[in-house]
């Protein structure tokens, strides 16, 4: 029961994250809720390997790279989602062009 919690907090926590790079990178998200989740679940994966990334190769550290919320890195899911939208999108409006 713990862990379907914690997979819900995620969840809420990928949303919020995909959410806010929706407002940072205004593009129309496919998919409209679903989209919403899997972005922001990608976005959390591709953040915390940012992170991670930093923290280990350059030993980068500052306070908004580990404030997290149960267990999920906020600021770099952030980052990870407005670069997961940013790419889907340019590649849906690409293939789009691409065939005319």
Known sequence: MDDL????VQVLIAIACAFTA??????QVP????GLVLIG???VF??????????????????WLT???Q????????????????VVTAFLSWGRYGNR
Do not use: C, E, H
Not at 5 to 8: A, D, E, H, N, T
């Open 5 to 8: 919690i914690s997979l819900l």
């Open 22 to 27: 929706n407002i940072l990178v205004p593009r």
């Open 31 to 34: 998919g409209k809720l679903l």
């Open 41 to 43: 679940l990608i976005g």
């Open 46 to 63: 591709v953040g915390q390997w940012m992170a991670d990334y930093l923290l280990q190769q350059y030993d980068f550290t500052s306070t």
């Open 67 to 69: 404030w997290s919320f």
């Open 71 to 86: 267990g999920v890195p906020v600021v770099p899911s952030i980052i990870g989602s407005t670069i997961v939208l940013y």
